[in-house]
């Protein structure tokens, strides 16, 4: 099927939505709207829809196809290959648009409306050719939300059923076939019932609004992207578990709802452990042990296997446990100072699969006031076996003042007493292969 | 607040994940359970506990606190610091139970019920020291989501309401206070209210259960972790935009409903990226510009720069941009071959903040049938600064075998021509800095 320009009827919210979602897959888009204001709002919502698929999509996006604004309904719809109407739910005013639209746009052209409140049978009434109309209600912000109800009336042809839900999933949508024509189709009808529940715990004083939206964000609302009403049974508890400890971690790095409180219960962690890691830690003649780690399902690549990024990051990792054992943390970096990488050097010995533990040993090659070089060795936590190396040269650095720079005080010490402990250590084979080396015209960071 | 040791009461799904959370998060439990197979389950529900929480968190675990299982259930609270029951909901039942354990415990002790249905005032009736009970009513599963709801009974201190919010924040949890006593407390009648509604449209044989899933999971369902029931003002619609991408992006890495969606929407974007870098790809003779990307917000670390392996992600994905060019593809994967990289320069020489545009131009130093030898350089896409060069040699590996290869027939044939037409440019000064210099001893990926 191919989807060269759309005519979108109405440019409020969901309509710029529309347009945005069809235009960043590729296809041109044309908005019919008289308010002089609606090409204003259209752009606003171009800007945060095209924000938020850059971030969305692995895959680089089509160039971005164009998006005009008409207060001409006919010259909207003439040259469109589908029809999308998202004007406001009046049931006469609709009807009136549908029928223009229907004798304006080619007749083989897929006409839908996004209403969920007026009965499809009702609104293909005046139309020409009302066999090829159809409802494909959407949810805001509809260049992110993948549902789009589809629900036929009376006249309505089984194939445009068909030939909407093709259009849709070309633009990453879900498709779910409506039955019945009924007030709000599905979602808006679970919608409706929570909100019912929650005015009446409400207007009985049980609850507020903020407790309310809490008792759902952190506790059923995290399974409902995966789940929806149901519990699992038992087979399925492992996959439940990894979906929520997905969408768990996404909320992390958003620091919103559970993903603030685990955050939170994840720094208590930390300090727990960076309590026995000094505990542990005084015998600074031997490589260091200060991080270990398991590879996750999502760190894994299309050969089955730890993919090159995620060596670096458990090397990254291990430099910042060096760091944290130095007292480099959060207070240090608040005070300007911080220990930036300039050069690294990884050599990847073994290939290893998800669930695997990995244990990091860490040798300090030399480290003063400036400078911190450090050679981590890899292996498998179970049988010992290498996997990678990272050699790394970092240096202090002034933070403010964006260049490098000599640590004082406790942390100059600390570099100090810590390479000179490790100073006996025998060099690793490995070791010095070009990192480091002085060269002329040689570049670091923030210097 | 010291926590050492935790009683818990009834060993059934909720006890045992109870259990779980207390143990992974370094309190040692007991748990009362009279069925023989408690033990059992018990175990079960630790190793899938432990098995989501060594994903979840990115601080290390604790070192595991015991879980004893026994059938006597003054042993299971004697010496325990705080007590959670999750017997089965009969009221006659549980209030014995909890009369037994207030006796058992110590006076100061806080004894909480995992109950929804059950009202505090009445559960609390025959207990020493019913100023120490509350109701502290999770979900399943009790060791991933966060919600706890607290209410306390007629007779509750309510100092007691806020020692086990304490205890229960200590374990990563997010307690909410129900201040009146209602059955189902709030997550549980909105919960209801949602089956309600759905055993309706059932019913009416407007939608199955599965249709009824579909429509919480691929629309209001993806919203409800971080927005509760509430649409957000113009205002917060960045925010929520960002937090949908995450959701969708977690999802994706599990495979699942609307990420499901969006990984084959991302497959037919890439269908058509893989067109027009292979129509414009004509000039090999000029360093290859394959790859572009944005820096994340999930990308920056603790000093506001991208973190150093998102540089060697964006380098990968240079590298399997690469790879795509030269059809080593997913099909090829399939067939059996492919290429692991086995050594990595990197030289960090600019910082780069969040949002930023980034470039990769990618020049092949050297290639034959058996390896691929890289350099690509990493810049600004807004004004060219360089931000970071990343030199790479990739076998070509036969997966199956598990050793490296020569490739054969058009891959050979396409390897010899990128690198034949590369050979005039000039060679990078940065490149050479010891990757893939000869070394005695050297091991690689795969042999």
């Keep these: 099927m191919t989807l060269r320009a759309v005519g979108v009827v109405g440019g409020g919210v969901i309509g ?9 897959a590729g296809t041109a888009v044309t908005v019919f709207d008289p308010d002089p204001e609606a090409e204003r709002r ?22 971005p196809a164009p998006v005009a604004v008409t207060g001409d309904l006919e010259a909207a719809v003439t040259a469109a290959d589908f029809v999308q109407e998202a004007a406001p739910d009046c049931e006469d005013h609709k009807r009136d648009l549908l029928a223009r639209v229907s004798r304006a746009a080619r007749p083989e052209v897929v006409i839908a409306s996004s209403t969920a409140t007026l009965l499809p049978s009702r609104l293909q009434g005046g139309m020409a050719g ?9 949810l805001d912000p509809v260049y992110l939300l993948p549902l789009v109800e589809l629900c036929g009336g009376a006249r309505t042809a089984p194939e445009t ?8 999933r070309a633009i990453g949508m879900h498709p779910l076939h409506v039955r019945d024509e009924i007030d ?61 400890v997905a969408v768990l971690q ?4 958003q620091g919103t709802a559970a993903g603030a409180t685990l955050h939170a219960f994840d720094q208590r962690l930390f300090q727990g452990s960076h309590r026995r890691l000094m505990a542990a830690g005084d015998d600074l003649a031997r490589p260091l042990r200060l991080h270990e780690a398991r590879v996750l399902p999502e760190w894994v690549d299309y050969n089955g296997h730890m993919t090159e990024s995620r060596y670096l990051q458990v090397f990254g990792d291990s430099t910042d446990a060096v760091l944290r054992y130095l007292g480099a943390d959060a207070a240090y970096n608040a005070s300007g100072f911080s220990f930036y990488t300039v050069e690294t050097h990884i050599r990847h010995l073994r290939e290893v ?6 244990r990091v040993t860490t040798q300090v090659l ?56 490790q100073a006996a250590l025998p060099r690793p084979a490995a070791a010095g292969r070009a990192v480091g080396q002085p060269r002329a015209g040689q570049r670091a960071v923030a210097t």
């Excluded at 009302?130 to 959407?138: A, C, I, K, N, T």
């Excluded at 003063?368 to 936590?381: Q, S, T, V």
């Design 16 to 24: 710029a939505g529309w347009a945005a979602r069809f235009a960043l």
């Design 42 to 63: 259209m752009r606003e919502v171009l800007a945060g829809a095209e924000r938020a698929w850059r971030r969305l999509t692995l895959a680089p996006l089509p160039p």
């Design 130 to 138: 009302p066999e090829r109309f159809v409802v494909g209600h959407p």
């Design 161 to 168: 059923i068909e030939r909407a839900a093709a259009v849709y």
């Design 184 to 244: 709000g189709l599905i979602a808006d009808r679970l919608l409706a019932a929570v909100r019912r529940e929650a005015l009446q715990l409400m207007s009985d004083g049980s609850a507020t609004a903020d407790e309310i939206d809490q008792a759902i964000a952190f506790g059923p609302g995290l399974c409902w992207s995966f789940m929806g009403t149901e519990r699992p049974d038992a087979e399925a508890e492992r996959r439940r578990d990894d979906c929520l």
């Design 250 to 253: 996404a909320l992390r790095s």
């Design 353 to 358: 699969e998800a669930g695997a533990p990995l």
């Design 366 to 421: 030399a480290a003063d006031a400036r400078r911190l070089h450090l050679f981590h060795e890899m292996a498998r936590g179970d049988d010992g076996s290498p996997l990678a190396t990272g050699e790394h040269l970092l240096l202090h650095v002034d933070t403010r003042a964006a260049r490098a720079c000599a640590a004082e005080g406790e942390m100059a010490t600390r570099l100090l007493r810590l390479a000179a402990a």
